[in-house]
């Protein structure tokens, strides 16, 4: 990919998924977005209320699941390094897949992009699959068409089971 700088980059919007599952989940997915909207070429749009989800995955703890739009001026790579930085600066530790995490931060939609390369793909192959994902992303972006199904958030989300995804009261 060639070396962009962000103010080189076209003004795109973009879609970001946040759940946490260890520690206090709601202090630290609000401080992942206070850090995303202080990074250069990032304005947050939009920020959904959060969701306490049951666990897809092994068994574990709840999570807390929320999404943000953005407007970026960057390359859809860079703001996957970006996103992969917070997810560090949080003290991110990667073991077993779907196992709990302090934070994530998942790249679900760039604009109309397609990627399809090893270490990204957009939409987020597994969006689709997600009520806890769609939930929080049909309150901010209802209308944003998944490219690769060619469907908007709003209807996707008829398609998944939400029982196990609830409003988090006090949000
Ligand atoms: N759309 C994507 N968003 C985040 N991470 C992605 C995406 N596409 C590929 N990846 C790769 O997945 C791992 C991070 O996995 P998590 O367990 O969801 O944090 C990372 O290596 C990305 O390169
Ligand atoms: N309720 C809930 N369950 C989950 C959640 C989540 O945020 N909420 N994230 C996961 C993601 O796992 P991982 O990031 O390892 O896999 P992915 O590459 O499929 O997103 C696995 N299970």
């Known amino acids: 990919m060639p070396t962009v700088s962000y103010a080189e980059a076209e003004p795109r919007r973009s879609a970001v998924a946040l759940g946490s599952n260890i520690g206090d989940s709601q202090i630290i997915l609000e401080a992942a977005i206070e850090t995303l909207a202080q990074t250069p070429g990032i ?31 960057m390359l859809p790579q860079q703001l996957l390094e970006i996103l992969l930085r917070i997810e560090q600066q949080f003290g991110r530790v990667r073991q077993e897949r779907w196992g709990p995490r302090i934070l994530d931060l998942d790249l679900l939609l760039f604009d109309d992009f397609i990627v399809d390369t090893p270490n990204l793909q957009i939409p987020h192959p597994r969006m ?39 409003l988090l009261m006090g949000n």
């Open 43 to 73: 304005v947050l749009e939009a920020k959904s209320n959060w969701y306490q989800t049951k666990a897809v995955g092994p068994p574990q703890p709840d999570y807390l699941n929320g999404c943000v739009t953005l407007q970026v001026e």
């Open 128 to 166: 689709r699959d997600r009520a806890f994902v769609l939930v929080p992303l049909a309150e901010v972006a209802p209308d944003w068409i998944e490219p690769v199904s060619g469907c908007v958030i709003k209807e996707l989300l008829k398609e998944v089971d939400c029982s196990d995804v609830h």
